[in-house]
């Protein structure tokens, strides 16, 4: 027997979330496959909060943390194939510098694997190396944490904290290479000029890195323009590391050095559990110790669906797109379900347009009655690894929630 939303709603609680909004228009509604539906499953239109407008320069944006500032973005305003400045995510972990001299800004490369340190200017870099533009793929590892119980520490994300702009810049591994790499080199990071929340000058609020081999590859960028203009002062201008499909922390910003180790850097965010999981999996909630967790490379498989808007009315036929993504790899197909993942049917993928850009993908999908729906995106990368219907494997940190998106559709 179909179950009103209402009733359902009443047996399976959500905490903290409203039935006001997009939820409203749905209490009424018949769910034509709610016996498909997973147990303790709760409906998209229930688990959905209205945008904040704070961002003066984003509008749309939910403010998640105005010190340091995080702000993601609705997956319905992230549509565009490249993503705009005023629609990327914000992730800082201290405070925007203030840059007055951008183009005597400077950067020193060292470290105990560098065999020639050397200070370059910015305007040095851009006149000394090539330039390459690539559209890259940058993602918070904590995206998704928001679904997480118990619920993991961290800024709330929820799909948001993610885009794929087009960057401009200098190799890193021309740079690198200018400067010499020693035989016993292991690992590349940065240390940057924001400014810890303490106001103390001395602590870095972040310094991460990359093994070697990711920062000599050819999409990993030293860059100084973001979608043909500079790069904007809480995007990392004048100048930042794009290292795509690993998480976004290590693609640091405001960067001032470039350091060549010959271990894994040891830097603000790089030790204890910060952007690791535990090597195995774990029971949800449990302590686990520092030496059992694994540093996050490589993102896993991923998709949006960034039209139509949650929530929204529609007819019997449906027109649903988005975008996959899959950390160092490429997705190789996409599937929608309107079953509660039941059974599944393929989209149209287009191939990236560079590697570690993310892919658009389509399709439309038929409704067999009026009522309430959800559209189930499932992305499998190049290796055969698909996304998860529910939220994966618990972590302390909330890391790394590859679970498949789906929007809310009420079918008249």
Not at 272 to 289: D, F
């Amino acid at each position: 027997m179909e179950r009103g939303l209402f009733e359902l709603a009443s047996r399976r609680r959500f905490l903290g979330v409203s039935l006001a909004g997009t939820t409203a228009a749905f209490l009424r509604s018949v769910i034509p496959y709610a016996r498909f539906m997973p147990l303790g499953y709760v409906p998209v239109a229930l688990a959905e909060a209205e945008p904040d407008t704070l961002l003066a320069d984003k509008p749309g944006l939910r403010l998640l943390n105005d010190r340091p500032l995080n702000a993601e973005t609705p997956a319905h305003l992230l549509d565009d194939l490249v993503t705009p400045a005023a629609r990327l995510f914000v992730r800082n972990n201290g405070l925007v510098p203030e840059v007055t001299d951008p183009a005597g800004w400077t950067l020193q490369v060292h470290g105990e694997s560098c065999r020639k340190p050397t200070r370059f200017t910015v305007e040095e870099l851009i006149g000394r190396f090539e330039h390459h533009t690539y559209q890259l793929q940058l993602e918070c590892g904590g995206n998704g944490r928001a679904e997480f119980r118990p619920r993991a520490s961290g800024n709330q994300w929820t799909t948001g904290a993610v885009g794929c702009p087009e960057w401009t810049g200098v190799r890193l591994a021309d740079v690198l290479r200018a400067c010499g790499i020693r035989d016993d080199a292991k690992y590349v990071a940065y240390r940057s000029r924001d400014l810890h929340l303490s106001g103390d000058a001395d602590k870095d609020p972040i310094s991460r890195g990359v093994p070697l081999a990711k920062a000599l590859e050819a999409e990993s960028l030293l860059a100084f323009r973001m979608n043909g203009a500079p790069i904007p002062a809480v995007h990392g201008a004048p100048l930042r590391m794009v290292c795509g499909g690993w998480p976004g922390s290590v693609s640091g910003k405001w960067v001032s050095e470039i350091l060549v180790r010959d271990r894994v850097h040891d830097g603000a965010k790089m030790t204890g559990s910060s952007y690791r999981v535990p090597c195995q999996p774990v029971e949800a909630g449990v302590s686990v110790p520092d030496k059992n967790m694994c540093i996050i490379n490589s993102m896993p498989v991923k998709s949006l669906i960034t039209s139509p808007q949650s929530g929204g009315a529609s007819g019997r036929r449906l027109a649903v797109a988005g975008h996959a993504w899959a950390g160092d790899l490429a997705v190789q197909r996409m599937e929608v379900s309107i079953d509660f993942g039941t059974t599944w049917q393929p989209a149209e993928l287009d191939p990236p347009a560079n590697r570690l850009a993310w892919q658009r993908w389509r399709t439309t999908v038929q409704f067999p009655q009026p009522g309430y729906f959800e559209v189930w995106a499932r992305a499998t990368d190049t290796l055969g690894r698909s996304q998860p219907m529910l939220v994966p494997g618990w972590n302390p940190k909330g890391y790394l929630n590859n679970a498949t998106h789906r929007i809310a559709v009420q079918v008249a």
